[in-house]
């Protein structure tokens, strides 16, 4: 009896140290990792700086990521024009070839007007009359990205150049409101940075 | 007796496989919508409302007195044409080597190599320092000794548009931590920024671009004080 009973047990393989692993990794990815989210693309690589701050949005608040990549590479454009792309969340990246190609500015622009009208408001505190909403604006733009392309953002979210063209085919002059209680002006902005580790 | 106790050993032990597939099933969902971004932090910044509609000009935001700091490439020396410069910009175009300069002062060096993808953290964390040391100096140079931090004189930061981000942002950084160190704020709420010193962005000085207007822009920042 004690003989077929051993037999038994060598046929059987243990599986509780397997499954104590298998629950520790899984544990581990868990608690580490964050599951994928789209309104952060991978490719982007944020400069480092030194006072970046974990910040809180205020009670009421949401926040909008504008990912903005280009280079300034050589090797990157060698004889075409310079290339930037201005991506929100998912579905929606809009590209920019060159000097004068200013559609991804209208798309963002048109973007921006959509989530003004649809967010809740506040007065300026600098008692302008301008209706300022209740969103933060995070520029995650890339480190090696062409500063021009994260200066005309913050120009086409304070909403005073028109990145749509006049009569006489010119883009990007100061836009000209009725009132400043016209202007969807965005001036909350969060850059996006990483601090170096010392060591 | 014998085979009573066996039968209740098979009642006690459960089946493993089901559960053991579920958590297969789980490890390998983990393993695959996992990622490791670093640890990404914001500088929040506000732009000005205050400047009436028409703050798209230049003129509106050129401080009084010279607290504009410049950004431009290295290896451009003054003095040229700007058809030098623009040739320079379409020959080399890359920027591994950036100068800074506060208004007339001396200008440092930045290593913007060293702050790309590949370098490693103590690398990025020395040219950190280094730019912050040389701006927090010049910027005591400059200090009026205002009651208000808001009252003191704006900084301007003119970075030539071709630059990449990196050397604005770092520059930006470092003037916001000088500012954090004199008023003792964090400066990560909008509330703080309102009563802090004004530090922009000056607005982009080409609109409608041809490329040869870039050697413009390079000999004005290059000659800007």
Redesign the interface.
């Known amino acids: 009896m004690a003989k077929k009973k051993i037999e038994q047990a060598k046929d059987e393989i243990d599986l509780t140290p397997m499954i104590d692993m298998i629950f520790l990794i899984i544990i581990f990815f868990i608690l580490a990792g964050k599951i994928t989210s789209d309104l952060r693309p991978e490719k982007i690589t944020v400069p480092p700086t030194k006072t970046a701050l974990k910040t809180e949005l205020p009670p009421g608040w949401s926040k909008v990521v504008i990912n903005v990549a280009g280079t300034t590479q050589t090797s990157q454009f060698k004889g075409k024009p310079p290339r930037h792309t201005i991506t929100i969340g998912k579905n929606a990246t809009w590209t920019g070839d060159g000097y004068n190609d200013f559609s991804s500015y209208q798309k963002l622009r048109q973007f921006l007007d959509r989530v003004y009208n649809a967010a809740d408001k506040y007065d300026d505190p600098n008692k302008t009359g301008i209706q300022l909403p209740m969103v933060a604006v995070e520029i995650r733009a890339d480190s090696e990205c062409e500063y021009r392309i994260v200066q005309e953002v913050q120009q086409v979210m304070s909403d005073t150049i028109d990145c749509f063209p006049d009569a006489n085919g010119k883009h990007m002059l100061p836009k000209k409101h009725a009132s400043p209680a016209d202007m969807k002006s965005f001036i909350d902005i969060r850059f996006t940075s990483r601090k170096p580790k010392k060591d | 007796m014998?085979v009573n106790v066996r039968e209740e050993d098979e009642e006690i032990k459960p089946d493993?496989t089901p559960?053991?597939d579920i958590?297969?099933l789980?490890?390998i969902f983990?393993?695959l919508?996992?990622?490791?971004?670093?640890?990404?932090?914001?500088?929040?910044?506000?732009?000005?409302?205050?400047k009436g509609?028409?703050?798209?000009?230049q003129q509106d935001i050129e401080p009084p007195e010279d607290c504009n700091i410049m950004v431009y490439p290295a290896g451009m020396s003054r003095g040229q044409q700007p058809s030098f410069y623009d040739n320079e910009w379409k020959t080399?175009?890359?920027?591994r080597v950036a100068k800074c300069r506060v208004g007339a002062g001396l200008e440092i060096e930045i290593q913007g190599h060293l702050?790309?993808?590949g370098s490693s953290?103590?690398k990025?964390?020395a040219v950190?320092?280094e730019v912050?040391a040389y701006l927090h100096e010049e910027l005591k140079k400059r200090e009026q000794g205002s009651a208000l931090r808001k009252d003191e004189d704006p900084v301007v930061i003119n970075?030539?548009?071709?630059?990449?981000?990196?050397?604005?942002?770092?520059v930006?950084?470092?003037v916001?931590?000088y500012e954090?160190q004199q008023t003792g704020k964090?400066?990560?709420?909008?509330s703080d920024l309102?009563e802090a010193r004004e530090v922009n962005?000056a607005?982009?000085r080409i609109?409608?671009?041809?490329?040869w207007e870039l050697g413009n822009e390079l000999w004005e920042i290059i000659h800007k004080k």
């Open positions: 014998a493993m559960m053991i958590i297969f789980l490890l983990f393993l919508t996992t990622k490791f971004i670093p640890d990404e932090k914001f500088i929040t910044s506000l732009l000005p409302t205050n509609q028409a703050n798209t000009s080399k175009r890359e920027v702050l790309s993808f953290d103590a990025k964390w950190v320092q912050h970075c030539f548009s071709g630059m990449p981000w990196k050397y604005a942002i770092l930006y950084d470092a916001r931590e954090r964090g400066l990560g709420n909008p309102l962005f607005p982009p609109r409608d671009y041809h490329e």
